[in-house]
């Protein structure tokens, strides 16, 4: 009873991990007959989402430090396009136009992060402003869908990486082995190192100083506005760099693309145990709350009869559960005190 | 512990939930069947020959298809998704896994991604954009599964990587149209006059604005003089606006081509505005494209002369190709489906009751 009590937050993540394991074992007892339960079913769910594990991931990092980006789905846009266009219209190589973006990357972050801890704006309305600014400029680049056809570029995102076990015949009579794209394993490499960060660096711990109680950061000695410029600067790198992988996946520019992929992003990290208000997170939650949302699109593609608006509503009911719980232990805390 | 009990409580209610959405149609009979079976035999060997027929059962008969969709951002769509669900049914041998991308290019490339893994037989696609499918059709190949595309080109570089494609001739509308014009303005004795068009195009680089365009300029006639040709983006309020700086620009507009049923409806409320009128009995002739239900309400109510179908009827023409390509057949890559037109000399009140959308 009293540890329970006192790991409040390791509960939360607890039933995240639980709440997936669960419902994967569900689609494998009811989608028995359709190949649920194959390796690569599993290892879909981080092909197609490796470029939003990084964005979770990323907010996850942001919404610690009690703050929040709601930019990072058009800056995934923009990265996308940018990509496109240098490659496909200005002849830029691979290697320049992905380190271009990153740096573009980079300069978002500092000019968001500069406005939100030096000049204490409040990040919601500085990264609407950016939200908006980065769909504008993905616009102005092109209005119209740019098709990557970089040799390079094409051979990075198609490169499989087969898994020497778990391969299958299908019914045509094709032997397929699992495999994943080097997406995955770059998503999975960022997830580890700014698990780490978190977990072992002074900054990391910082980080979650300043989103428990600035004040008390402040009076701790710690440099707070510097604190949150890091993390937005490495939020706008990462951001860039999700754009980069989501890129991978869909190997063009458009201005439509990664619509209300910053509501993704937060929705996996809060069902991922991350709280809004600051001071709690953790990474590794966020991984499953994304993982959550691709096994419920997983299930309405099984089922294909249903409509694919229920991935919405469960995650919404989900997220009000996650809330519900968060509040409870926020109670439980208090009344300790 | 109360409150671990509670949140226990609710996760299980929730996750109860979640199996009945996920169940809810799929397999009322098999499921208990299979379990069923497979304690009676003991054996491990049994077990799976008690399993498999059950399987097979339900996929040798029936022709698996796969159709990852747009969304359901318009009447067109929604028409075209409802000739899918009615023609792929189970009665006549075929089982509809059917997506709804919401718009959402990556959704519908994690669609063909589960569908790849559900073994369909064949998988179609109306493509959200055109571009970036090279890697997620690399996988369908690879798994040997045929891919048709529907409504909407890919641009990818390697076009053996869809079996055909499947749509409306833009270019024949467009060209129907010219051919449709000539022939009424003939019989109005117009053949000879000096007439003056305006052309409201469509999203430029759209296909349906590109092959419209073209297919109406190959069949203009020497006396016809197109005096204009604006973007009015397929929208209603920008085909009004673009109609009304038209009027004021040219006094002498006799007929109108309108790329979509939306900028028609707003170009006539223009010409409503300006005081001018228009449909057979009008001054203006209004073309228009797509034949929405909506437009036949615009032919019966005297304001729109003549209407060439976008036919968003898909499902029949892909069943004949899968039948096709069952059979071991090839089939040509470019297949379109059959539009008709529509005038005010027909009896457009009778027709609208018989369409879908």
């Known amino acids: 009873m009293k540890k329970f009590k006192l790991e409040g937050n390791q509960f939360l993540l607890l039933i995240t991990i639980l709440l997936f394991f669960i419902m994967y074992a569900i689609g494998l007892i009811v989608f028995r007959d359709n190949n649920f339960g194959r390796l690569q079913v599993f290892l879909n769910l981080f092909v197609s989402n490796a470029g939003l594990i990084v964005i979770a991931v990323s907010m996850t990092m942001v919404l610690i430090t009690g703050g929040i980006d709601i930019s990072v789905g058009s800056v995934v846009a923009m990265t996308c396009m940018l990509l496109a266009w240098m490659m496909e219209k200005q002849g830029i190589g691979a290697v320049p136009a992905v380190i271009i973006v990153l740096l573009v990357g980079i300069v978002f972050g500092l000019v968001q992060g500069f406005l939100i801890a030096y000049l204490k704006i409040q990040p919601f309305i500085v990264t609407l402003a950016g939200m908006f600014f980065a769909r504008g400029m993905t616009a102005i680049i092109s209005t119209e869908m740019i098709s990557i056809k970089n040799e390079l570029f094409l051979s990075w995102a198609q490169e499989k990486i087969y898994f020497p076990f778990g391969g299958y015949v299908n019914k045509k009579g094709v032997t397929i082995n699992p495999y994943i794209y080097p997406s995955v394993v770059l998503a999975l490499l960022v997830l580890v190192i700014v698990f780490i960060m978190l977990k072992y660096t002074k900054f990391g711990r910082s980080i979650y100083a300043v989103g428990g109680n600035e004040q008390s950061a402040l009076l701790m000695g710690l440099n707070v506005r510097r604190t949150k410029l890091k993390v937005y600067i490495i939020d706008g790198f990462l951001a860039a760099f999700g754009g980069f992988l989501f890129c991978l996946n869909t190997c063009s520019g458009f201005v439509e693309q990664a619509k209300g992929f910053e509501m993704e992003a937060i929705a996996g990290a809060v069902i991922g145990g991350t709280l809004l208000t600051g001071g709690v997170g953790n990474v590794i939650g966020s991984l499953f709350g994304v993982l959550i949302k691709g096994t419920i699109e997983t299930f309405i593609t099984f089922q294909g009869t249903l409509s694919s608006w229920w991935t919405k509503i469960t995650i919404a009911a989900l997220l009000a559960f996650f809330i519900i719980l968060q509040s409870l232990f926020a109670k439980a805390k208090e009344k300790r005190k | ?357």
């Open chain 2, 1 to 357: 512990m109360k409150k671990k009990l509670l949140s226990v409580i609710l996760a299980t209610a929730m996750v109860a939930t979640m199996v009945g959405c996920g169940s809810a149609t799929s397999e009322p009979a098999a499921a208990p069947a299979a379990e069923e079976a497979a304690p009676a035999k003991e054996a491990a060997p049994a077990e799976e020959v008690a399993e498999e027929p059950a399987a097979e059962e339900a996929s040798d008969d029936l022709i698996v298809v796969g159709y990852a969709q747009v969304g359901a951002e318009s009447d067109w769509r929604t028409a075209n998704t409802e000739s899918f669900k009615t023609t792929f049914t189970e009665e006549n041998g075929y089982q509809l896994i059917f997506d709804d991308a919401q718009q959402k290019q990556e959704n519908q490339i994690k669609a063909i991604r589960s569908f790849i893994q559900q073994e369909v037989d064949y998988i179609v696609v109306a493509p959200v954009v055109e571009t970036g499918w090279e890697t997620v059709l690399e996988e369908a190949k690879e798994a040997g599964i045929p891919v048709i595309l529907s409504d909407r080109m890919m641009d990818v570089s390697d076009d053996s990587l869809y079996e055909c494609w499947v749509g409306g001739n833009f270019v024949k509308e467009g060209s129907d149209a010219a051919a449709w014009l000539k022939t009424y303005l003939e019989g109005q004795g117009k053949g000879e006059e000096e007439i003056n068009i305006v052309t409201l195009q469509g999203t430029i680089g759209a296909s349906a604005q590109v092959g419209r365009t073209d297919g109406f300029a190959s069949g203009m006639q020497d006396n016809w003089v197109m005096l204009d040709k604006q973007t009015g983006e397929f929208t209603q309020s920008k085909g009004q606006e673009v109609m009304e700086s038209f009027l004021k620009k040219y006094p002498d507009i006799d007929v109108v081509v309108c790329e979509n049923d939306n900028m028609a409806f707003g170009a006539i409320d223009a010409i409503k505005a300006a005081g001018k009128t228009c449909g057979p009995e009008g001054d203006i002739t209004i073309i228009s494209f797509d034949a929405v239900a909506a437009a036949f309400d615009s032919m019966i109510a005297g304001d729109m002369n003549a209407d060439f179908e976008c036919n968003p009827l898909h499902g029949p023409r892909v069943a004949e190709i899968i039948q096709k390509l069952q059979a071991g057949e090839s089939v040509e890559k470019i297949q379109y489906v059959d539009e008709a037109y529509f005038d005010t000399s027909m009896d457009v009140a009778a027709i609208k009751e018989t369409r879908a959308y």
